[in-house]
């Protein structure tokens, strides 16, 4: 994550037109007037399939319930292009590839790309002379803890190529497929500049890591359990061990292992028992966190590793969005992880309850 979360704070900026309003679906008015009785033949002829639509009883709301989240996602963003059909929005999805709005779209990206390399990583990580190509997979950086920095941003960056593919006139599947191989590409691009530089190498696991990261969400929607766990990340400046040691000339905190934690967090109603899951709230989660001491930041194999486990609020269920503009603003914010009570469980020497984590008093 050392080179690409700047890329995706960009990004970020970049991609903030391609939230898209859907509107509402509009609720129908009631057959019969208040007082009204319906025809006798009409209540003779009621079915009890129609009784059961107008009173949905479990097993309806189960059916419901159990709706993949792919299908959800594409019947908004297919709700959405039959607005922009109907009337002209340069903010809502296309209803078919528009070559002006990907031109856009792409050229937004190239941009950020050049601005990211000529403002950060030229002046940063990659202002060292150059060597022959080689490979390093540093599996003993900041103890591993960067490959989960390389799959959170891949998330972040496929969720931002869908959103302007998707505004381009991409299908939902389509836009899913070339964000997750855009995420991929993103992250060869800069391993293989890695890999001329003497202190680093192309890393195939960090280049994994990233890919993985970015098709992450389509993973979910093609298979529901998976929707279950959150990938998640907090940054709280607890420790100044990684700027005293001399952190990166660019000043970037990207790779201030020590005040990263990265989460998954598991939405625990989900797993319930019907008779259990509605005494517990669809909002709480348990998150379980990995981060590193003071003592393995700049370092190849000391300090240790830690681990927690959290309480941790679901965004999406909180506020129950609507329409797919709220949806994906909600999504974005719900991979952060917001402070709460957590416990480091391990190192054993230093387990302890932290009241609002990652703040530390």
């Known amino acids: 994550m050392r080179r690409i979360l700047p890329v995706l704070l960009l990004l970020l ?90 031109a856009i779209f792409g050229g937004l990206i190239l941009g950020t790309y050049g601005a990211a390399y000529g403002l950060v990583f030229a002046k940063g990580w990659w202002d060292e002379s150059g060597g022959d190509f080689h490979f390093g997979n540093d599996f003993d950086y900041a103890l591993n803890l960067d ?26 599947n389509a836009a899913r497929g070339f964000a997750g191989l855009g995420a991929f590409l993103t992250h060869v691009a800069i391993d293989v500049k890695d890999g001329y530089a003497p202190e680093w190498g192309f ?74 899951a509605r005494f517990w709230p669809d909002w709480l989660c348990l998150a379980f966190g990995f981060s590193i001491d003071d003592s393995a930041v700049l370092s190849r194999a000391d300090g240790e590793r830690e681990f927690y486990v959290a309480l941790d609020w679901d965004l999406e269920e909180i506020f129950k969005p609507e329409s797919r503009a709220l949806k994906r603003l909600v ?11 957590a416990v480091r469980l391990y190192p054993k020497a230093r387990r302890e309850l932290l009241l609002v984590y990652p703040i530390l008093f």
Do not use: C
């Open 147 to 172: 490959k989960g920095g390389h799959a959170f941003s891949g998330q972040l960056m496929g969720e931002f190529f869908y959103d302007g593919l998707t505004w381009s006139g991409f299908s939902h």
């Open 331 to 341: 999504s974005y914010a719900n991979t952060i992880k917001l402070p709460s009570p």
């Open 13 to 102: 900026g970049a991609s903030a037109p391609f939230a898209q309003e859907a509107p509402g679906a509009a609720v129908p008015e009631d057959s019969f007037a208040a007082g009204a009785n319906p025809p006798a033949d009409s209540v003779s002829g009621t079915s009890a399939a129609e009784e059961g639509a107008a009173t949905p009883d479990a097993t309806t709301v189960d059916a419901a319930s159990s709706e993949s989240v792919a299908e959800t996602n594409a019947a908004l963003l297919e709700e959405e292009r039959g607005s922009a059909a109907s009337g002209s929005s340069f903010w809502k999805a296309s209803p078919t590839i528009d070559p002006w709005r990907t």
């Open 203 to 276: 890393s195939a696991v960090d280049v994994l890591s990233g890919t993985a990261g970015g098709f992450w969400p389509w993973l979910q929607e093609l298979w529901s359990p998976l929707d279950a766990i959150e990938f998640k990340a907090s940054y709280w400046k607890n420790s100044n061990t990684y700027w005293e040691r001399g952190g990166t000339s660019s000043g970037v905190f990207t790779d201030d292992y020590v005040n990263w934690t990265f989460w998954a967090s598991w939405r625990v109603e989900r797993a319930l028992p019907k008779a259990a």
